[in-house]
């Protein structure tokens, strides 16, 4: 990933803040400018909750350089509870205990490392509850 356009994401990485539209009460994660369900324009900043389920997922067996350390990858889309989805790796279990319809905490991890001054980029990741 660019750093500049890290850098521009970090409200979202760090914080999982959302916009609401106040005309629909749609979710748009990562904010929009445009509500893709009726048009507005108007939206409300809102942090969402951690928790959610696994709406569907895959698993990487083959991931890029900085990532073949991790394979198998489960990645999954995440819907919270509040009802936007992200798409987030599924973190500490077997792949086989990855399954539609679970339950996850989204946690805030490393993601990588960039370039050769190692500059570091945070997200969530998500954990199996239960």
Do not use: W
Not at 29 to 39: D, M, Q, V
Not at 41 to 53: C, D, N, V
């Amino acid at each position: 990933m660019i750093t500049p356009r890290y850098t521009r994401e970090i409200p979202q990485r760090y914080h999982l803040e959302a916009g609401k539209c106040t005309e629909c009460n749609f979710i748009a994660f990562p904010p929009r400018l445009i509500c893709p369900e009726c048009g507005s324009r108007e939206f409300e900043q809102i942090s969402l909750s951690p928790s959610g389920k696994i709406v569907t997922y895959t698993v990487v067996c083959v991931a890029a350089e900085e990532f073949s350390t991790e394979t198998p990858l489960p990645i999954a889309i995440i819907e919270t509870d509040e009802g936007a989805r992200l798409t987030a790796q599924v973190v500490d279990c077997d792949p086989e205990e990855v399954e539609i319809g679970k339950r996850v905490r989204l946690i805030f991890r490393c993601i990588q490392k960039e370039g050769l001054a190692g500059i570091r980029q945070y997200g969530y990741k998500a954990v199996l509850e239960g």
